[in-house]
């Protein structure tokens, strides 16, 4: 009897043993490790100002997404001024050095320009403003971003259309239209839906899916989901991710793991930074990469983060709460995500 406790309690370190984490460097680059796009969330002060930030976005990853450089504020400010500096430089960065853009995003609830907030008019003149803004900015970067984030969170977690300012104005077909409007301003490019909790909600998935497989039976094209899987440790769990990515694997569209950041701080407020907490993120983060690589070959558009360094998390500011959600400490080093992110892409 005692011997049969032994060997179950010998297995048992075994196990955790094999779901360990190593300790590691970051000497080898996460993307040469990949057979897919490794992408990290940029700001464009940082890449100009941080060493530091701007070497491991030049080594470490081979896409990259603006955070928010790319959206309706930062474009176009006023009616009809686009200003495209600023993302025409962060452009010429990653092409520069080979690395793929991923625009984010052409229509959102937030970071609208508060003229764009107050427009008066009817809804012709509401689908003409859209218009304009979707196909000015998917022309102007024609031939270097080669894939869209159309539509950002228009669901709801319970299903629901998103109460925005398109819904409002528009109706609920402003999805299909913007879809077509990007269509026919650049034919070639790859179109996404992307949102949160698609894999913790599964009325929210439905919907989803629901409501972009009508669109494309009428022939709207729509290439991709993006899952943004802002997440923490036990929530959603693995099972729910694995559900949520077979759904869209099944309903035959690319998938993004768009928005990546692990939260530790399900509480609020103030927490203690332990080793658990990190081993645990660390673990979570090689699960993601393991079914990341379940995808078919084809589907799989590639996995980004969202943000280099805790320093940088939107997290902490936008929910108030001390978090650390990213693959580099606070001193730019790799953390045990990192080293998740690592194993989960040689496994
Ligand atoms: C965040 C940015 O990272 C922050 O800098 C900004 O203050 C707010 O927006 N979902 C999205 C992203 O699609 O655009 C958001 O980015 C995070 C949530």
């Not at 094999?18 to 680059?29: P, S, Y």
């Not at 993307?31 to 464009?44: E, Q």
């Not at 953390?335 to 194993?343: R, W």
Request: aromatic share 12%.
């Amino acid at each position: 009897m005692k011997i049969h406790y032994l060997i179950i309690i010998a297995l048992f370190f075994v196990a955790c043993k094999a779901d360990e984490i190593e300790i590691c460097t970051d000497e080898v680059a996460l993307h040469s490790l990949a057979d897919f796009p490794i992408g990290v969330a940029v700001s464009p002060s940082e890449l100009q100002y941080n060493a530091a930030y701007q070497e491991i976005v030049t080594t470490q990853f081979n896409s990259i997404t603006p955070g928010n450089a790319f959206k309706p504020d930062a474009l176009q400010p006023s009616e009809g001024v686009f200003d495209f500096e600023v993302a025409d430089s962060l452009v010429a960065f990653a092409m520069r050095n080979n690395q793929r853009i991923h625009g984010h995003t052409l229509l959102w609830h937030n970071q609208l320009p508060n003229w764009m907030n107050r427009f008066s008019g009817d809804r012709t003149a509401w689908i003409k403003m859209m218009k304009t803004h979707i196909q000015t900015v998917v022309r102007h970067f024609e031939g270097r971003v080669k894939s869209w984030d159309v539509v950002n969170e228009a669901f709801e977690d319970n299903g629901d259309f998103r109460e925005n300012i398109w819904l409002e104005h528009i109706g609920k077909d402003y999805l299909e239209l913007a879809f077509e409007f990007a269509q026919k301003a650049d034919s070639t490019v790859l179109l996404f839906y992307n949102d949160y909790n698609i894999a913790l909600k599964n009325r929210k998935c439905r919907a989803i899916l629901e409501h972009f497989e009508g669109l494309k039976s009428k022939g709207i094209q729509v290439d991709g989901i993006g899952l943004q899987l802002h997440i923490f440790n036990r929530i959603p769990t693995n099972n729910e991710i694995e559900n949520a990515v077979n759904a869209i694997v099944e309903a035959e569209y690319l998938i993004h793991f768009s928005e990546i950041d692990i939260s530790m701080n399900w509480t609020g407020g103030s927490m203690n930074l332990t080793t658990n907490r990190l081993e645990r993120q660390g673990r979570k983060m090689k699960v993601l990469t393991n079914i990341f690589q379940t995808i078919p070959k084809k589907q799989q558009f590639g996995m980004t983060v969202w943000g280099v360094s805790d320093l940088d998390s939107w997290i902490p500011s936008f929910f108030e709460r001390e978090d650390y959600p990213l693959l580099y400490d606070t001193n730019y080093e790799p953390k045990l995500m990192y080293c998740g992110f690592l194993e989960g892409l040689i496994d």
